[in-house]
């Protein structure tokens, strides 16, 4: 994968101390995850199908703690 063509997009909901993650779904098929804090770093890909169940389990509240 060209990283050069990655767009990368920090949710709008990232702390303030930069305490985030990026994601780049602007390439078919694929989704890029990587740690704001070392954008040179490697970038872990996921089909995109793959990346929206995890989206909506997330979104559904399937990996909340419980304390």
């Known amino acids: 994968m060209d ?3 990655l ?8 702390a303030p101390q930069g ?7 602007n390439l ?3 989704c890029a995850v990587r740690d704001s804090k070392n954008p040179a770093g ?3 890909v996921f089909g995109a199908s793959a990346f929206a169940t995890f989206l909506n389990a ?3 509240g399937r990996f909340d703690r419980i304390a």
Do not use: D, F
């Not at 767009?7 to 990232?14: D, E, M, P, T």
């Not at 305490?19 to 779904?25: G, K, L, R």
């Open 19 to 25: 305490q985030c993650v990026e994601v780049a779904a």
């Open 58 to 60: 997330a979104k559904a």
């Open 3 to 5: 990283q050069t063509q």
């Open 28 to 30: 078919p098929g694929v």
């Open 42 to 44: 490697t970038p872990l």
């Open 7 to 14: 767009r990368w997009r920090k949710s709008s909901r990232s």
